[in-house]
């Protein structure tokens, strides 16, 4: 019961992330979804990190990678949020449908 | 404990603090000195870790940092460690040199340095990764200076669109490989590659092996732009400047494959993957050579040209013998060197000219003679003509197909890069043919032409002369695919 729960929510949170990535038009909610689906990742870390413990002690491998994890994903978003400052102050727009200049 | 060698990955850091000096000092020069000193230092310290390596008994140099696996993170460097490393840096220097004339006119350039250089490492870190987290590390590393790179000309809207595109896609290809290492640790109960390969080497395919295997074939796709995964790759490329177009093309997306390869091979049994990739591989050149076919952007291309010559390598990873692995090492460091060459000669023309549509450098040739020369070599190279390096590894490459009884994989192969000789040759046709009226053009900078004359050098070199190309790159075949009890027995003891 638990793990189906839990293997669910990574899979929810995956295809989450991968629906918002294709329908959203807007840079920043793009972020957003590709933050939900590093989350995802993060959330089978802890979950596994938690199965393999025996349930005494939460391996501590699994909550490292989940730290550094978030840190570099802080850091894509920090890069792609400059991006999107970027295309608004010469562009004045964020949306998505408007990168289309460059094709085949 | 941290080796001497090793401490040549702090080269960004260093590059970044000379900068700030030479900026605020005004000493001219002092940071393009400090890059190429220190792009010029790695490949020093590639060779002495080359040396270090041979005078072990098993071929295997391990570095634990912060305790013993599967808690600490370490690096694990073997001969195709090495090999990728050294492509890497080789291109660097070449790349570093290159962007002292080229990127001149530009401002933030102790930024530009300090991320080039900190690609580099990324690259390093990533071949000599020993378990996946430290992998993971460098490979964002190498990711996120790659986007601001790519970005670098902010004010124009190509590079944006590109860069936001490029960003979108490999930090969801990221995501992916984080999800697929997740997987594995839930498997094994551990991140570091010489356990997970003991817990998981040889083990039956089920569902979550498959599970696995689609999420690396996805997530490391996108990177190494295989075609259904490439769209992010001919933007990105011509809109960066050229020694990174160079760089990304060269290493990077190579980089993505090198991870593929090890992960498949540390994971699975040749068999398992060999079909997959070969189907990948004729999708991957058939496609990218027809699209190459109608760009009119010379470096749009040549980005495309990069797509097909993946498709050339999957050939020998589908192939999954020594043999294959041998061709896919060699032809990743041949590539380097001659999509290097292509893109930073092409990039001169660029340069010079102030446009990237082909049609408008007709004649071209006649006015910068040894740029046209350089980038003519480079393009003979990629058709895999003979007497140059391309034709040795493609030739390998091909073969090795038929050694594994994919006959058709050969057949497709050869016709592949024969037809991408078209749109070679039209360049070269364009460049040399009678120039227009009022058509005024320098040649480059000898700095400038200097680098890609060393590169076509080494090129037509390699080519005539490829024994070292290819028992580096047999070895670290060996290492790759025969080697994975030592790699295994290095950590595990």
Known sequence: ?104 | MIPAPLLAMFAPIVILVFGFLGENTRVGKLREAVAVAMSAASVAAVYVLYLMLKSTPDGILVFYLQGAPPLGACFEIDMLGIFMAFSVTLLALFATVYSVRYMEHDTRLTEFYTLLSAMAVGMVGVAFAGDFFTFFVFWELMCISSYVLVAFRKDRWGPIEAGFKYMVMSAVGAAIIFLAMAFLYGMAGTVNFAQLSSALHGQPMGLWRYTVFGLLVVGFGIKSAIVPMHTWLPDAHPEAPSPISAMLSGMLIETGLYGLCRVLFLIYEPPAFSMTIAVLSVVTMCFANLLALLQQDIKRLLAYSSIAQMGYMLVGLSAGSPYGMLGLAAHVFNHSLMKGLAFLSSGSLVHMTGTRDIDKMKGVGRMMPVTTLTLCIALLGLGGVPATNGFVSKFILFNSALGAGMWWLTVLGVLNSAFSMAYYLRVMKTLISEPEEGLKVREAPALMVGVTVVMAVLIIFFGIYPAPVISLAHSASEALVNGLKNYIGAVLG
Do not use: H
């Open chain 1, 1 to 104: 019961m638990n793990e189906a729960v839990c293997l669910a929510a990574i899979f929810a949170l995956f295809s989450i992330g991968v629906y918002c990535l294709s329908v959203k038009r807007n840079m920043i909610r793009i972020l957003l979804g590709i933050e939900i689906m590093l989350n995802s990742g993060n959330l089978a870390f802890i979950y596994f990190a938690f199965l393999r413990s025996g349930r005494a002690f939460v391996d501590p491998l699994g909550q490292s990678i989940v730290i550094m994890s978030i840190v570099l994903g802080g850091c894509v978003v920090a890069v792609g949020l400059s991006l999107v400052v970027n295309a608004y102050k010469q562009f004045k727009t964020t949306d998505v449908r408007k990168l289309r200049r460059l094709k085949w």
